[in-house]
């Protein structure tokens, strides 16, 4: 079965930039959406993008001034950087598998998260 | 602020049934699928529900899902210790171009 795992720093400073990573086991990537979702303790879960198997993204309007994502199928992993952050940038990141379509959109596997924080 | 609205708790006894609401707009629940998730403490997201009341494999029977006009409901009959947890719903924003998610419902079984 498909396991996903996040991965990069646990603090990053102020104005600096967030980098994660999400390695991908047990499945392919093809023809699914990889999503970024994160969850702080004031703002619940909140999406923050995804990417197509063939790399066309979608970023929450929130976030999309400082998101990029991108995906290198052959090695199974695909990742986020987030430029500028201050401490509201501070949350558990969970990256997940996602399957969109007409009215639908949903992940359905998710990785245990990784702690995130923004602080000198 | 989250776009989808949710009780911040709801409880009962192990057997009951306990209903969620997520109250939301056209522009979301109004005319797309909801999806439902499960946060057990110190794990992540599982996902329940999808397309408004479809069960992923494992999830069991006596959990469902539904909505009428911009709101939905997640039901879960004969509440047991293990569905003491945080629930969530979301759906896609065509206004917003945007996936929002429910501000949380946390299930305590008494």
């Known amino acids: 079965q498909v396991q996903m795992e996040e991965s990069g720093p646990g603090l990053v400073k102020p104005s600096e930039t967030l980098s994660l990573t999400c390695l991908v086991s047990g499945g392919s990537m093809s023809r699914y959406f990889w999503s970024w979702i994160r969850q702080s303790a004031d703002k619940g879960l909140e999406w923050v993008g995804r990417?197509?198997?063939?790399?066309?993204?979608n970023y929450s309007p929130s976030l999309k001034s400082r998101v990029t994502m991108s995906i290198d199928t052959s090695k199974n992993k695909f990742s986020l950087r987030l430029t500028s952050v201050t401490a509201a940038d501070t949350a558990v990141y969970y990256c997940?598998?996602?399957?969109?379509?007409?009215?639908?959109?949903?992940?359905?596997?998710w990785g245990k998260g990784t702690t995130v924080t923004v602080s000198s | 602020q989250s776009v989808l609205t949710q009780p911040p708790s709801a409880s009962g006894t192990p057997g009951q049934r306990v209903t969620i609401t997520c109250s939301g707009r056209n522009s979301n629940i109004g005319t797309n699928t909801i999806s439902w998730y499960q946060r057990l403490p110190g794990t992540a997201p599982k996902l329940l529900i999808y397309k408004t009341d479809q069960r992923p494999s494992g999830v069991p029977d006596r959990i469902s899902g539904s909505k009428s006009g911009t709101s939905a409901s997640l039901a879960i009959s004969a509440l047991q210790s293990e569905d003491e947890a945080d629930y969530y719903c979301a759906s896609w924003d065509d206004s917003l171009s945007d996936y929002v998610f429910g501000t949380g419902t946390k299930v305590t079984v008494l």
């Open positions: 990417i197509y198997s063939s790399g066309s993204t």
């Open positions: 997940a598998r996602s399957t969109a379509g007409i009215m639908y959109y949903y992940m359905d596997v």
